[in-house]
């Protein structure tokens, strides 16, 4: 099987599982469901990473790749701890802090 | 060796795509939701360490990788630690840009300088890496810019011309990329990366503010599918995997958002902003409308509460505005101690986001089985005394479910009319994303207490302490 053959099947089945991951959700965790699926699409910093490590001496690319891991970092940290931030305020009545 | 380190990575990579999946999962669930989010950060963190074992960087590229971390990563928890709750709409929709504009770059920086072997499966996931990549990260900002208030809807942007000029763009995006391979470094690129950005602007620019959650939902999404064209640029399966399960994912969550708020997608994209619409349509809306208009003072309000035994609060954007959260929760306090029955009705859309609400009510420390849904709160309001508007206007509107002629006849809302007594505290008559006056408020049982939410409720905190309610405990 081809590189690309088996990327389209990872795409196909990625895509699949993701379709069938969020079922029901109670209107609660629409806000921190939204927040958190963002900070994963924040996954480019492998592609960051690679790019970088591709550049070899090309400062110019070395900085188009530090960029975009710059980037592509604030989503990922960013986006979990404020998801993090709003879930953890989410208490039943009598919990303590 | 070289081949167990292999064999090593890929095993971390099938960890980390597992991690990411339960994590998914477990977000759409209360109790696991706050373990999930840290589950998938860990999945990242894995995924991360996986590939630097496999690539493994020369100095020069840790130095690099290093600045661009901490770069990245401070912005981001500063952000994150600063930023309030009121304000999660613009971030979420801002963290979105940034992924965007994170993938636009990879693709940039390979088509300008080629890195290797540019086949043509590479130069088409270059296109659809910058194309996806500059929709996503201006249409965001956009939204984000949007809901800041920093932008408004200029009426121009309503005219059934904006399609055309969308049309046009997307045509030229399409050439452009059609071209790309002939000359993968030159004008096509530039082309198809300014026209994307300036598609990604005029589509989202004409809809109104009160349809961006649906929008952030969607550019969330698209960034998933950035992601996974980014990784067939760098022959990453793992980013492969997981953009497709994010762009999947965030297409099911646009479709939730989409039910929450009552409409569909395709009028979201299309129709424009719904108060500009409505407007042109019905002409309503200004406060010469209402007739028979009653209104009272903290204090007949608080007597009532006084007397009541049961009282539900129906919180709306307005509450949020004047971070009012903290007051109301000390209300509600004072009268279950004082032996009412409280709880809250949310609306789905209550709030500036689906489920905002509910994050602003936990931040006041509101447990969250007080926080009643639509559904199971509509067929309690006949049994209950008295109910609180704070700042929400369109979602309690009778005419929804009456008036087959207004604009919001079919609107699932929240039934309070139906309540012995109905309190709207509102600044002022006008009206709300709709643009239409609102029958509650000239109901027989309704009284509108204006003022700011935050003043009003602390009035009728001093008045019911004043009353004596909360010195002792009475047992009702």
Sequence with gaps: ?97 | MTFSMDAFAAAIDLAAVLLLALGIKGLSKVSSARGANALAALAMGLAVVGLLIEIRPDPIAWLWIAAGSAAGGLAGLATARRVPMTAMPETVALFNGCGGMASLLVAMGVALFDTGEADIVALVSIAVSVFVGAITFSGSIVAMAKLQGWLDTPGWTQSRLRHGVNISLAVLCLVSAVLLPGDPSGLPLWLLMGGSTLLGIGVTLPIGGADMPVVISLLNSYSGVAAAAAGFVVGSQLLIVAGAMVGAAGLILTQVMCTAMNRSLVSVLFGGALGASAGAVGGGGSEAGYTRITSCSAEECAMALEQAERVVFVPGYGLAVAQAQHSLRELAKLLEGHGVEVSYAIHPVAGRMPGHMNVLLAEADVPYEQLLEMDLVNPEFPRTDVVIVLGANDVVNPQAKNDPTSPLYGMPVLEVDQARQVFVVKRSLGAGYAGINNALFEMPQTAMVFGDAKAVLNGLLSELRSMGVGKTKVAA
Excluded: C
């Excluded at chain 1, 958190?36 to 690679?50: D, E, F, P």
């Excluded at chain 1, 490590?53 to 710059?70: C, F, H, M």
């Excluded at chain 1, 701890?81 to 303590?96: E, Y």
């Design chain 1, 1 to 97: 099987m081809s590189l690309l053959t088996q990327s389209l099947w990872v795409l196909l089945l990625g895509s699949l599982l993701g379709l069938e991951l969020i079922g029901k959700v109670p209107p609660t965790l629409h806000t921190p469901l939204m927040s958190g699926a963002n900070a994963i699409s924040g996954i480019t910093v492998l592609a960051s990473l690679t790019l970088i490590q591709q550049a070899g001496d090309n400062t110019a690319l070395l900085v188009i790749g530090a960029l975009s891991l710059g980037f592509a970092l604030y989503n990922v940290i960013g986006g979990f701890l404020v998801t993090d931030r709003m879930l953890a305020m989410f208490r039943r009545k009598g919990d303590s802090r």
